[in-house]
């Protein structure tokens, strides 16, 4: 996949953005499903086996590393 942080120079993450987000040292990729704030909940299109969100809790607009734009 291909990433960048410049979408979010001009508008802020959204609900259906599929995010690049630095977790306890790992990167995931993620679709955002609840915005609160300054907080995103994550989820994985694998509901039933996906580190996500539902195990690790919310996530801040600051852990987020891009918008994925490209997926190979």
Not at 17 to 41: H, L, S, W
Not at 50 to 59: A, E, K, M, P, V
């Given at each position: 996949?291909?990433?960048?942080s410049i979408p979010?120079?001009?508008?802020?993450?959204?609900?259906?953005?599929?995010?690049?987000?630095?977790?306890?040292?790992k990167v995931f990729?993620?679709?955002?499903?609840?915005?609160?704030?300054?907080?995103?909940?994550?989820?994985?299109?694998?509901?039933?086996?996906?580190l996500d969100s539902?195990?690790?809790?919310?996530?801040?607009?600051?852990?987020?590393?891009?918008?994925?734009?490209?997926?190979?």
């Amino acid at each position: 996949v291909l990433a960048s942080s410049i979408p979010y120079f001009f508008s802020k993450p959204k609900i259906g953005d599929i995010v690049a987000f630095k977790k306890n040292e790992k990167v995931f990729i993620k679709r955002i499903t609840k915005i609160d704030g300054e907080k995103c909940f994550v989820s994985g299109d694998n509901k039933k086996d996906s580190l996500d969100s539902r195990r690790f809790g919310w996530i801040s607009k600051g852990d987020i590393l891009g918008k994925v734009i490209l997926k190979l």
